[in-house]
């Protein structure tokens, strides 16, 4: 079965440099979540999207922002990084599915940026 | 604010022995999540949970709900090494976009 994808899966930047992170839901699922997981953390919540309409923010950085696009693909764009953005990004998607749905969120294998 | 706190956050356990991961949460809430992670991997989909008194089980795994209690038990039965993970909790709405609340996660160990 397909998954989430996600691009790329390693990135390492400098400070104060731009990154984009790429993330492609599970075909026919609406609903992409942006979390950012620290070493020996649990997953914290930045921001999803249900339809392309933002749905629900949580404590994302205003360094960064989010979007998703008419294919239901998202891209967090992060900028002026700093070292504690050194994390694990994962992109989850789910399907709606009408209201009908569990709402479960299925998780691709992230992005672990390194800022240096 | 949603707090979700699990216990114990490490374990370290025989093969063979049988275990509790417990996790409660603060605030009344439609759904709970068990989802496994391996070292520097993505986090893989164990149970959803979506009513009072749910119980649901796959091998060795077995989770329940008590939404009174807002409590939810992830039991391990007869451990074997292939569990050594982390287990998280998380907590959802029935709401189209509405995040995750996870706990802190329990790293299990299981010895040979």
């Known amino acids: 079965a397909a998954g989430v994808i996600q691009s790329p899966r390693h990135l390492i930047k400098e400070k104060r440099e731009t990154a984009t992170l790429k993330c492609y839901p599970i075909?026919?699922?609406?609903?992409v979540y942006w979390y950012q997981q620290g070493p020996g953390q649990d997953p914290q919540f930045l921001i999803s999207?249900?339809?392309?309409?933002?749905?629900d923010k949580g404590s994302i950085p205003d360094r960064f922002s989010a979007q998703q696009f008419s294919d239901y693909h998202s891209e967090l764009n992060m900028s002026s990084l700093e070292l504690g953005d050194s994390a694990l990004y994962f992109c989850a998607s789910s399907n709606n599915d009408g209201g009908r749905g569990t709402y479960e969120q299925y998780f691709g294998p992230g992005t672990r940026l390194t800022v240096t | 604010e949603l707090k979700v706190e699990q216990n114990p956050l490490f374990l370290s356990m025989q093969e063979g022995k049988n275990y509790t991961i417990y996790c409660n949460y603060s605030?009344?809430?439609?759904?709970l999540y068990w989802y496994r992670q391996d070292p520097g991997k993505s986090l893989e989909s164990l149970f959803v949970l979506l009513s009072n008194g749910a119980v649901k089980q796959e091998g060795r795994l077995m989770a329940s709900l008590d939404t009174k209690a807002r409590l939810s038990t992830l039991h391990i039965t007869a451990a074997v090494h292939d569990l050594s993970a982390t287990y998280f909790c998380a907590v959802g709405r029935e709401t189209s976009g509405s995040r995750l609340t996870f706990g802190e996660g329990t790293q299990l160990t299981v010895n040979p």
């Open positions: 605030t009344t809430s439609d759904r």
């Open positions: 075909p026919r699922h609406d609903t």
């Open positions: 999207f249900y339809e392309k309409m933002q749905s």
